[in-house]
């Protein structure tokens, strides 16, 4: 068996795809994300590794809320879409139908089979991305992707993707 | 639809399933690692939330290394095993097939596709678990899991984990 080296700028194999939503003004936006990982059992933590140049670095920190939502993969073109354009060009508040839990600005997307409220707890700063260490407030699922009263990852049918090639 | 809230001890779907290797005195040892993502592009860094209680979390700080592994779902029964025992009460050093790259305690598990070396870069401490952010050094693959010389995941064909079910 020959090991190849590939440096050091090698990813995760798969990283979970989502949207982050923030609210800019009075509407919503969302970016695509797949730096996210829980960090913390108790109380419960994730963390999502956000470019400092993106606008939702931002927005984040004006609001101290974002939400994550855990797209199907039949939303593929619509997640795409938010991660290829910025907020500062189009406006993506009506992409999704958007509800809210318990924070006024962390838009919920309704067409996401499973979607988080979080606070930030924390960021940490580095070099070209910061990460953005968020409380989860609550967590909404439709009852047709549960069994047992969990969450199904054979319901939600969630989207991969892969770098460099940013394949789904 | 209904959307339900299952409260904010929810987890992200899917999760990636590593290996993380440390040393231990002279002897390698595995934990399975699902809270794992990048978060930095350059440098590139990735982070690990690791219970405070596990050996690793402080085989990690003695020798400021560790690794990452990749298993294919072959591995699935011993990728099992490393997570539901700890090296405290068994000895893993003799599961998989050992080599180094160019750090000396970062044990790269040979069956596994991808490996990467990772050296400590800074811990940020939490409540339950503490997060390793690792700078990665470099990342070996086998040559027959890459396509135009970058992982192809259908090739490496990893194993995903879904928590709290822990379902792989």
Same mark, same amino acid.
């Given at each position: 068996m020959k090991k190849m #080296?590939?440096? #050091? #700028?090698v990813f995760m194999y798969p990283m979970p795809v989502t949207l982050l939503g923030t609210k800019m003004g009075k509407k919503a936006n969302f970016m695509a994300l797949g730096w996210l990982t829980r960090v913390n059992a108790n109380p419960p933590l994730l963390a999502a590794g956000i470019n400092s140049s993106h606008l939702t670095n931002g927005l984040i920190r004006e609001n101290k809320t974002f939400s994550i939502n855990f797209p199907s993969a039949d939303l593929i073109k619509k997640v795409d879409y938010c991660g290829l354009v910025s907020g500062r060009t189009k406006d993506?508040?009506?992409?999704f139908n958007v509800q809210y839990g318990e924070?006024?600005?962390a838009p919920l997307i309704e067409e996401c089979p499973l979607s988080m409220e979080c606070r930030v707890f924390d960021i940490y700063e580095m070099a070209t991305n910061d990460l953005f260490i968020g409380e989860i407030i609550a967590s909404y699922c439709d009852e047709?992707?549960?069994t047992d009263g969990k969450p199904d990852i054979a319901k939600i049918n969630p989207l991969l993707l892969t770098m460099p090639d940013n394949h789904y």
């Open positions: #080296n590939l440096g #050091n #700028n993506k508040s009506k992409l924070l006024d600005t047709r992707y549960l």
